[in-house]
C-alpha cells in the first residue's frame, strides 16, 4: 500500500466489540473475522479520511516504533483484507 492510499472500511464493514468472546471483531455481510491486539491497533486507526502513511506515523509514535516496520506490518495486514473485500482504497 503507497503512502498516499486512503484506506476506508467499506459499506457494511465495522469494527465490532464481541462482548461474550472479549474480544474485537471486523463484520461485513455474512463474514466475520477475529482480530488480535494488533490488527485492532491498525484498524481503529482507519477513518477513511487520513493516508496510510499518517496512519504509520501515528502508529509509530503511539507504540514507539519504527515507521518502517510498521508501515511494513501493516500494508501486509491491510493487503490481505483488500484481497478479501473487508477493506478499500481511495
Known amino acids: 500500500m503507497a503512502p ?39 484498524l481503529s486507526e482507519v477513518d477513511g479520511l487520513r493516508s496510510f502513511g499518517e496512519i504509520t506515523a501515528d502508529l509509530a509514535a503511539k507504540y514507539d516504533a519504527p515507521q518502517e516496520q510498521i508501515a511494513k506490518d ?4 491491510l493487503g490481505a483484507l483488500r484481497e478479501r473485500r473487508f477493506l478499500e482504497v481511495a
Open 74 to 77: 501493516s500494508a501486509g495486514f
Open 4 to 42: 498516499e492510499e486512503i484506506p476506508v472500511l467499506p459499506r457494511g464493514v465495522r469494527l465490532h466489540r464481541d462482548r461474550v468472546r472479549d474480544t474485537w471483531v471486523l463484520l461485513a455481510p455474512e463474514r466475520a473475522i477475529t482480530l488480535d491486539q494488533v490488527g485492532h491497533a491498525i
